[in-house]
């Protein structure tokens, strides 16, 4: 079973952009399906953004779609969260989640994203 760390949030003003990062320990992190979700003051967590186990199928939040882009790199045990053209509305924390379907669903602690209007 992975351990995941995100970092990367911070403070940026609406227009501008970060990335999300999410270290994984583990040998196993090929095996996961990896996704973003975030969760807005008041509100419920909501998925972002997936990846499968090789990058070659991502899938988005109709909020965010061409404006954030997941990756993962399978020898650094990370996956990223590219965020362009921010909006205040995308103001959270992020999650990063590991799953295995039917075997474990793993979550990170969570990093801010503050979008300054």
């Known amino acids: 079973q992975v351990q995941l760390v995100e970092s990367g949030g911070g403070l940026v003003q609406a227009g501008g952009s970060l990335r999300l990062s999410c270290a994984a320990s583990?040998?196993?992190?090929?095996?996961?399906?990896m996704g973003w979700f975030r969760q807005a003051p008041g509100k419920e967590r909501e998925f972002v953004a997936a990846i499968n186990w090789s990058g070659g199928s991502t899938r988005y939040a109709d909020s965010v779609k061409g404006r954030f882009t997941i990756s993962r790199n399978n020898a650094k045990n990370t996956v990223y969260l590219q965020m362009n053209a921010l909006k205040p509305e995308d103001t959270a924390v992020y999650y990063c989640?590991?799953?295995?379907?039917?075997?474990?669903?793993?979550w990170g602690q969570g990093t801010q994203v503050t979008v300054s209007s």
């Open positions: 989640n590991a799953k295995r379907p039917r075997i474990d669903d793993i």
């Open positions: 583990g040998r196993t992190f090929s095996s996961y399906v």
